[in-house]
T-cell receptor
Framework: GDSVTQMEGPVTLSEEAFLTINCTYT??????LFWYVQYPGEGLQLLLK?????DKGSNKGFEATYRKETTSFHLEKGSVQVSDSAVYFC??????????FGAGTTVTVRA | GAVVSQHPSRVICKSGTSVKIECRSL??????MFWYRQFPKQSLMLMAT?????????EQGVEKDKFLINHASLTLSTLTVTSAHPEDSSFYIC??????????FGSGTRLTVV
């Protein structure tokens, strides 16, 4: 079945460090891909998305490119801030609109 | 942007009682809503897909008689946890799909059964 695999956390970084969270997927066909962020005690917020191969999603300094050849959608940010501390989820969906989530990666940014 | 309001944010109930959680789309019509359950430090598990005017579709392993879903209007879906027990304690999150292939999530409900 369709699935998403994320790098395991937790990830701890210093402010202004470079962040990468790896995400690969297994699916029949070409799903839409998403990154969601969850702050403590809250629901999920869409961070960015890409709906077809080679699309680049970007938001708040975060970027991810839909790579069909490597079935990947890695999340990157060049300079993280303490406020970026959260849990990040990679997800995919098809026409049935169900979202399949990765396990989540906890990121902690220290001042 | 689109907003999904979920209430209550926290609820504590006694074992054996039922709890209702509401999920409302505030500025758009949601023909489809989704209910997820999240265990501590784990990912979201899809419980069911709620379709306006029809029966919900439950994922394998989810007891439909325990987790009752009603989607009576285009802006409201409810999840009722019936005869709750401590093992039902969890974080429940709803999501609504907009026509533009976007998903908006509620802020979640922390259920504690004592």
């Amino acid at each position: 079945g369709d699935s998403v695999t994320q790098m395991e956390g937790p990830v701890t970084l210093s402010e202004e460090a470079f962040l990468t969270i790896n995400c690969t997927y297994t699916a029949t066909g070409y799903p839409s891909l998403f990154w969601y962020v969850q702050y403590p005690g809250e629901g999920l917020q869409l961070l960015l998305k890409a709906t077809k191969a080679d699309d680049k999603g970007s938001n708040k300094g975060f970027e991810a490119t839909y790579r069909k050849e490597t079935t990947s959608f890695h999340l990157e940010k060049g300079s993280v801030q303490v406020s970026d501390s959260a849990v990040y989820f990679c997800a995919l969906s098809f026409y049935d609109y169900k979202l399949s989530f990765g396990a989540g990666t906890t990121v902690t940014v220290r001042a | 942007g689109a907003v999904v309001s979920q209430h209550p944010s926290r609820v504590i109930c006694k074992s054996g009682t039922s709890v209702k959680i509401e999920c409302r789309s505030l500025d758009f019509q949601a023909t489809t809503m989704f209910w997820y359950r999240q265990f501590p430090k784990q990912s979201l598990m899809l419980m069911a897909t709620s379709n306006e005017g029809s029966k919900a579709t439950y994922e394998q392993g989810v007891e439909k008689d325990k987790f009752l879903i009603n989607h009576a209007s285009l802006t409201l879906s409810t999840l009722t946890v019936t005869s709750a027990h401590p093992e039902d304690s969890s974080f429940y999150i709803c999501s609504a799909r907009e026509d533009s292939d976007g998903y908006t999530f509620g802020s979640g409900t922390r259920l504690t059964v004592v």
